[in-house]
């Protein structure tokens, strides 16, 4: 255990104890080229993969120390954490203060143990999604797997019964219907991130694709 990790699972705490909220409230809260929308837009790939509850699973592997397969059950058996967050999709739709609820992913990290050699995660997602993120930007306390959304079961086209939702990056790091978590030493190109979207995604810097320079 190295004295950031300590540091992050000290601000998990904190915000696992309510005492902390994610929202930003600099001026600059709504990010370059984005406009606010107060509904819940859907996008995906077309497919809802309605997997039937009983067959669900949740793999967790790779770099770790315990991999663990959760049933719907297992995950939502793990403390619960609510948090409110602000989403952005690349589309330029951002929505304020949204509410969700489900596992802290350092929750999940704190159970599996990731070994040393880990620094990326790798997830897969029932519709053949994928995605992947720095493991040190997935462990911010605000990184969760949702599987609520204002209280209630998040809905199929939101990637019910779990999601992962990664408030400071462009949506699509946030993968819904997800299937495997994958620790790993190297990373890998997503689904959009090969099709020449930004494999860094910051909503702040208009970090939209692979190839246009940031601006300031
Ligand atoms: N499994 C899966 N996850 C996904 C996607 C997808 O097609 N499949 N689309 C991504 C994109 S591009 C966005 S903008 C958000 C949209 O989430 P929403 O439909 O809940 O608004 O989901 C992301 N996660
Ligand atoms: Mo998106």
């Avoid at 663990?68 to 589309?91: G, I, M, N, Q, W």
């Avoid at 519709?127 to 599987?147: H, N």
């Amino acid at each position: 255990m190295n004295a950031d990790y300590i540091a992050r699972k000290e601000r998990w705490a904190r915000k696992m104890a309510g005492k902390e909220s994610s929202v930003p409230r600099s001026e600059d809260r709504l990010p370059p080229g984005q406009h606010l929308v107060t509904d819940f837009p859907v996008l995906d790939l077309g497919i809802k993969p309605d997997v039937p509850p009983d067959d669900w699973r949740l793999q967790i592997l790779g770099e770790v120390d315990e991999p663990k397969t959760f049933t719907l059950e297992e995950l939502t058996a793990l403390p619960r954490f609510t948090d409110v967050s602000d989403f952005h999709c690349v589309t330029t739709w951002t929505q304020f203060d949204m509410k969700f609820s489900g596992v802290a992913f350092f929750t999940i990290a704190d159970l599996v143990r990731p070994r040393q050699s880990a620094k990326y995660l790798i997830m897969q997602s029932y519709d053949g999604y994928s995605t992947s993120m720095p493991l040190d930007a997935m462990l911010d306390d605000d990184v969760m797997i949702a599987t609520h959304w204002n209280d209630l079961p998040l809905d199929l086209e939101h990637g019910g019964p779990a999601r992962i939702l990664v408030p400071k990056r462009y949506a699509w790091k946030s993968a819904k219907w997800i299937r495997e978590l994958r620790f790993s030493a190297e990373d890998e190109l997503g689904f959009w991130e090969k099709r020449g979207y930004s494999n860094t995604a910051d909503p702040h810097t208009n970090d939209r694709f692979a190839t246009q320079p940031k601006l300031p």
